[in-house]
């Protein structure tokens, strides 16, 4: 089960993706739905008192993952030109694998614990670089803020690019 349920998780995490980040912003959801769920998570599997925040731990991870998947396809989808989008689509993916190959290389080397913490403590710079990124400008104009809209893809595009 401590394996397995990560999977349960990574099944909610998706289906609760779409309707938080058109609430809130992809912006927000990638800070608490990734960043702060997975610096949760971690931070169980550094002080678990009992079996069942291993379990609560990973289950949190797979909403971590499913989220991520989900909210950083739609936010590459909705920035990006479209001679771009497919180059850019395959990040999650890749960043996904390396993330794998990484815990195992650490692991190698570190104790579980010290492994959790590691990576608990990604989630910083992690989400500092999310609170730099702009919205999405699919998001901001479905909440009718239409010169904000304009303003990042400006940013993201170029002063010339026609909006």
Same mark, same amino acid.
């Given at each position: 089960? *401590?394996?397995? @349920? =990560?999977?349960?998780?990574?099944?909610?995490? =998706?289906?609760? /993706?779409?309707?938080?980040?058109?609430?809130?912003?992809?912006?927000? #959801?990638?800070?608490?739905? @990734?960043?702060?769920? +997975?610096?949760?998570?971690? #931070?169980?599997?550094?002080?678990?008192?009992?079996?069942?925040?291993?379990?609560?731990?990973?289950?949190?991870?797979?909403?971590?993952?499913?989220?991520?998947?989900?909210?950083? #396809?739609?936010?590459?989808?909705?920035?990006?030109?479209?001679?771009?989008?497919?180059?850019?689509?395959? @990040?999650?993916?890749? #960043?996904?694998?390396?993330?794998?190959?990484?815990?195992? $290389?650490?692991?190698?080397?570190?104790?579980?614990?010290?492994?959790? *913490?590691?990576? /608990?403590?990604?989630?910083?710079? +992690?989400?500092?670089?999310?609170?730099?990124?702009?919205? =999405?400008?699919?998001?901001?104009?479905?909440?009718?803020?239409?010169?904000?809209?304009?303003?990042?893809?400006?940013?993201?595009?170029?002063?010339?690019?026609? $909006?």
């Amino acid at each position: 089960w *401590i394996i397995g @349920i =990560s999977a349960i998780g990574m099944i909610f995490g =998706s289906l609760i /993706a779409a309707p938080i980040s058109n609430s809130i912003g992809r912006k927000v #959801t990638c800070i608490l739905g @990734i960043g702060v769920v +997975f610096a949760v998570a971690y #931070t169980l599997f550094v002080i678990p008192i009992d079996i069942s925040m291993l379990y609560l731990a990973r289950f949190l991870m797979g909403v971590g993952l499913g989220v991520s998947q989900s909210i950083s #396809t739609v936010y590459i989808a909705e920035i990006s030109t479209p001679n771009l989008r497919g180059n850019l689509a395959v @990040i999650p993916a890749m #960043t996904g694998c390396l993330g794998v190959v990484s815990c195992q $290389v650490l692991a190698k080397f570190l104790q579980w614990q010290q492994l959790a *913490i590691v990576f /608990a403590s990604i989630n910083i710079p +992690f989400i500092i670089m999310v609170i730099l990124m702009p919205e =999405s400008p699919v998001y901001l104009i479905s909440k009718d803020r239409i010169e904000e809209a304009h303003k990042v893809l400006r940013r993201l595009r170029g002063k010339n690019w026609n $909006v």
